[in-house]
C-alpha cells in the first residue's frame, strides 16, 4: 500500500475511532465485544480500501454487521447458559439441613421450570430475572423489540407458575 493509503487510512482512524467504539459499543453491549468488532472493522476497511469510495461509510457498515453476527452468536450462546441459579440473591439459604434440603429442592425446581421454556423465551427471562436487564437492555442483546421482551417474559412468568404450582400440590 502507498503513504498516502496510510496517509488516509490514518487520518480515519484518528477522526472515527471514538465515534465507531461508542456506536459499536450500544450495538453489542460490551467493551471487549466492541473492541473486537471495532479492530476486525478497520482491518476489512483497510484490506478493501481500494475498492471502496467512501471509507467512512464502508467503515461504520462493516462494522454495523459485525456487531449483528456478534450480537446474533451471544445469543446463542446465552440460551445454552442461564447463568448460576446457586448465585447470591436467587435462593436464600438456610444454616438447618431441613432448611438447605428445601431449598436445594426450590432451586432445581426452578431450574427444570426455566429450562423447559423456548431457547428464547429462556434467554429472555434469564436477563430479566438474574442479571436484572431491561427489557429495552434485553432487547438489544437479543436482537428483537422491547414488546417481543415483554411477551417472553409475561409468558415466561406464565408458564413458570403453572409448573411449579403443579409440582407443589
Known amino acids: 500500500m502507498s503513504n498516502a493509503h496510510d496517509d488516509l487510512f490514518g487520518r480515519l482512524f484518528s477522526e472515527s475511532h471514538w465515534a465507531l467504539r461508542r456506536y459499536v459499543r ?3 453491549g460490551s467493551r471487549e465485544a466492541a473492541e473486537d468488532v471495532v479492530q476486525e472493522a478497520f482491518l476489512r476497511t483497510y484490506e478493501h480500501a481500494g475498492d471502496v469510495k467512501i471509507p467512512r461509510a464502508f467503515l461504520f457498515s462493516t462494522a454495523r454487521n459485525l456487531a449483528a453476527d456478534s450480537r446474533r452468536h451471544n445469543r446463542v450462546a446465552k440460551t445454552d447458559s442461564l447463568g ?4 447470591p ?7 438447618s439441613p431441613e ?3 428445601l431449598a ?4 432445581r425446581l426452578l431450574k427444570d421450570a426455566v429450562e423447559r421454556l423456548t431457547p428464547q423465551c429462556r434467554a429472555a427471562f434469564a436477563l430479566k430475572v438474574f442479571h436484572a436487564c431491561s427489557y429495552k437492555e434485553i432487547a438489544q442483546r437479543l436482537g428483537i423489540s422491547p414488546k417481543t421482551v ?5 409468558r415466561a412468568l406464565r408458564e413458570t407458575h403453572r409448573y411449579l404450582r403443579q409440582r407443589y400440590k
Request: proline share 0%; hydrophobic share 40%.
Open 150 to 154: 415483554e411477551n417472553h417474559i409475561a
Open 26 to 28: 450500544r450495538l453489542v
Open 104 to 107: 436445594d429442592e426450590r432451586t
Open 84 to 87: 448460576d441459579f446457586d448465585a
Open 99 to 101: 432448611g438447605q434440603a
Open 89 to 95: 440473591g436467587v435462593v436464600s439459604w438456610s444454616a
